[in-house]
């Protein structure tokens, strides 16, 4: 089943007066990212929220944040004395002999001097309830990615189907380039020698059309390019378990990698045209495979 990277989900639980209120937000990226943002008394649980997205999200840029609020354990707080004297320290040169009165109210909404942390009780009713709360907002996220990867298949399968026909005109197309070819050598030939009261040998003319044949010659190509689509079908398969995205955006390269080599090797106007269609798709291909997990 294919996943699309972008999703969100959240989640909501309360245990004995504490809620805690969890968002999972996804976007693209070739690798797993993840960025935590929970509230600074709960640091020491960051290793285990890590952990445990990390084994439900394989791929993509991932954000989790975290609120709490209610009064499962008041967290304590203290002023830190060093700080606020360094922040004083500071201050005092500027107005000595001056008549100023010092509002310590002010000093003690700066940064660092009120340090907050977390009673017992109050981070273990966390660390009990935090897991279930991002597996729920986890499952929420699935579920949206999932939805949004099936949109994905339809996308890709459409266009597997373009790329599919345009290929189908090329394959049809290479025996008649060609014969084609042998036809206007020998019309070249007949009106050239002419000229000259002499005619042209058909040995000669199979030669050339032989070489031509050989230095056009596009079957491996469209051969392995049809290998591809195959491969490609099985990937993008609803029965498909595993995540494709990254092989998906490599086969998409070794297809556009076999579409070039027919565009140089064969200069036919008809299957240059398809082979523009085929590069097309393929393009469009790889902007999709971005986003799928």
Do not use: W
Not at 220 to 243: C, K, M, N, T, Y
């Amino acid at each position: 089943m294919l996943r699309s990277m972008t999703g969100f989900g959240a989640a909501s639980h309360a245990l004995n007066g504490l809620a805690i209120h969890v968002e999972v937000r996804s976007v693209n990226n070739r690798h797993y990212k993840s960025i935590l943002r929970l509230p600074e008394q709960f640091s020491p649980l960051e290793g285990e929220v890590e952990a445990q997205l990390a084994r439900r999200v394989a791929r993509g840029s991932v954000q989790l944040t975290v609120r709490t609020n209610g009064s499962g354990g008041i967290p304590s707080a203290h002023v830190d004395g060093e700080v606020l004297r360094a922040y004083i320290g500071q201050v005092a040169p500027a107005i000595a002999g001056a008549p100023v009165t010092l509002d310590l109210s002010a000093f003690l909404a700066l940064p660092g001097v009120v340090v907050e942390q977390p009673g017992d009780a109050h981070l273990a009713a966390v660390r009990s309830l935090l897991p279930t709360v991002i597996d729920d907002a986890c499952n929420a996220l699935m579920s949206m990615r999932e939805r949004e990867g099936a949109a994905l298949r339809e996308t890709l399968a459409a266009l597997g189907q373009d790329l599919r026909r345009a290929l189908a005109v090329v394959a049809a197309r290479t025996p008649e380039v060609v014969a084609g070819y042998g036809i206007r050598l020998r019309q070249r030939l007949d009106a050239l020698l002419a000229e000259l009261n002499t005619t042209s040998r058909e040995e000669d003319i199979l030669r050339e059309v032989a070489i031509f044949a050989e230095r056009s010659d596009i079957a491996e190509e469209v051969a392995r390019l049809q290998g591809h689509l195959e491969q490609f079908d099985r990937l993008i398969s609803p029965a498909r378990g595993e995540q494709v995205g990254r092989t998906l955006d490599f086969l998409a390269q070794e297809m556009l990698r076999e579409s070039n080599t027919i565009a140089s090797k064969c200069s036919d106007i008809d299957v240059s045209r398809a082979v523009v269609e085929i590069k097309t798709a393929i393009d469009r291909i790889k902007e999709q495979a971005a986003n799928v997990e």
